[in-house]
């Protein structure tokens, strides 16, 4: 069974979108629009985005109309969208809506894993719901040079130190790249 991995970008200030719910300073930063694949998870064989995830992502790059931006990104993986309303779907997508409580839902993230990772995309909210369920293996941190006055929290959730084991430190490029082991709960 592979691991649930939270892996995200954020600013030096917790924020993984700004006010206006853009990333547009995530690819001001040098090579953000062209990421170095370290930063991304490569045993990911199921990706998990929340519904403002999902929608922000069509819309950045109009992939109802161009439905190839979707593999350029997601490739053919099973992608679960966390949402309670009917959303479109990019031809030759494999988009799975799921409502309701992420523990109801992780059987399924599960058997299409199989013993490939499950990488929660976004949002923070969303990872905090697989904290909260117990299930959330990792959280892998690109931190960008910026700051932000607000916008989407990191992880809207308290989370102690005696809960986290940093495995990982490094700088690539411009970001500082920060993997953590998430403990179960006493």
């Known amino acids: 069974m592979g691991r649930i991995v939270f892996d995200t970008a954020t600013s030096l200030n917790g924020w993984i979108a700004d006010e206006r719910n853009s990333l547009d300073w995530l690819f001001a930063v040098d090579n953000g629009l062209t990421p170095d694949e370290e930063l991304f998870p490569s045993g990911a064989g199921v990706l998990v985005e929340g519904s403002t995830t999902y929608e922000w992502f069509l819309a950045e790059y109009d992939v109802l109309e161009h439905p190839e931006k979707w593999r350029d ?3 053919g993986k099973p992608t679960f969208v966390f949402t309670t309303r009917e959303l479109p779907v990019p031809a030759g997508a494999d988009v799975r809506f799921v409502a309701g409580p992420v523990a109801a839902a ?5 058997e299409a894993a199989g013993d490939a990772d499950i990488w929660v995309v976004g949002g923070g909210d969303l990872a905090g719901q697989f904290l909260d ?5 990792e959280v892998a941190l690109s931190v960008a040079p910026v700051a932000l006055t607000g916008g989407a929290p990191l992880l809207p959730r308290r989370l102690e130190s005696d809960r986290l084991r940093l495995v990982r430190a490094n700088a ?3 970001f500082a790249r920060l993997v953590y082991a998430v403990l179960p709960q006493p």
């Open 73 to 75: 990104f997601h490739g």
């Open 106 to 110: 992780l059987p399924a993230l599960r």
């Open 133 to 137: 369920a117990g299930a959330l293996d």
């Open 172 to 174: 690539v490029g411009q």
